[in-house]
């Protein structure tokens, strides 16, 4: 089976850094993504990381590390519209299947 | 450049009734997958089609069922619903060569809800 874990909820400011981690169990992993869902709508993608290291784009980043099976996305310069739940999700089976995480509700204060 | 639409918007159906539910891809890609949401959680995969085969599932019973279409389009059937079928149901579509691994593209989802 495979399993996932990202903290339930993060609350910061305006302008702040924040971090959220996802940690994986799975098997045949094949690569990591990032989905942002505003409530009432639909997931939309932020990025995929297949190989260790870090992807940046624009104020968000993610990082991979597949040794230790975990990841994390950084948001950057938060924004109140960055107030939203996000996904981390595995490719698993060699890319036979595609598992979300619980996801991380995201509160941005003023 | 149209996105994913899924249609309906929102459906109540009963116990034991069967479901269809529908969904066109962007424009450019060849591969749609159906995923259940309920509320507070995460997508659950449910299958994926290309080429108008199934060619993944998760772990759903076989009262999911689904087809695609020559346009790429695609149909989730939910045969006797059970109340614990009351769900967001969402479309996300992606190409076949850049692998639905990377990205997908989701749309507004189907509100399901089984009386």
């Known amino acids: 089976g495979q399993s996932l874990e990202q903290p339930s909820e993060v609350t910061a400011v305006e302008g702040a850094i924040v971090q959220i981690n996802c940690t994986y169990q799975?098997?045949?992993?094949?690569?990591l993504s990032w989905y942002q869902q505003h409530d009432g709508g639909a997931p939309t993608f932020l990025s995929y990381?297949?190989?260790?290291g870090l992807e940046e784009t624009g104020r968000f980043s993610s990082f991979l590390s597949r040794s230790d099976s975990y990841g994390y996305l950084l948001l950057q310069e938060l924004q109140m519209k960055d107030s939203a739940s996000y996904f981390c999700a595995v490719s698993e089976n060699y890319g036979q299947n595609f598992v979300f995480g619980p996801g991380t509700r995201l509160s941005v204060l003023p | 450049d149209a996105g994913v639409t899924q249609s309906p918007t929102h459906l109540i159906k009963t116990r034991g009734q069967q479901v269809t539910l529908r969904c066109s891809p962007k424009?450019?890609?060849?591969?749609v997958s159906w995923y259940q949401q309920a509320l507070g959680q995460g997508p659950q995969f449910i299958f994926q089609y290309y080429e108008e085969e199934e060619r993944q599932r998760g772990n759903f019973p076989d009262r999911f069922s689904g087809h695609q279409f020559p346009n790429y389009s695609s149909e989730l059937n939910v045969n006797a619903l059970l109340l614990g079928d009351s769900a967001l149901y969402l479309c996300a579509s992606s190409s076949f060569w850049t692998g639905f691994s990377v990205e997908q593209y989701f749309g507004p989802g189907t509100r399901l809800t089984v009386t």
């Open positions: 990381n297949a190989l260790d």
């Open positions: 799975t098997s045949g992993f094949y690569g």
């Open positions: 424009s450019g890609h060849d591969t």
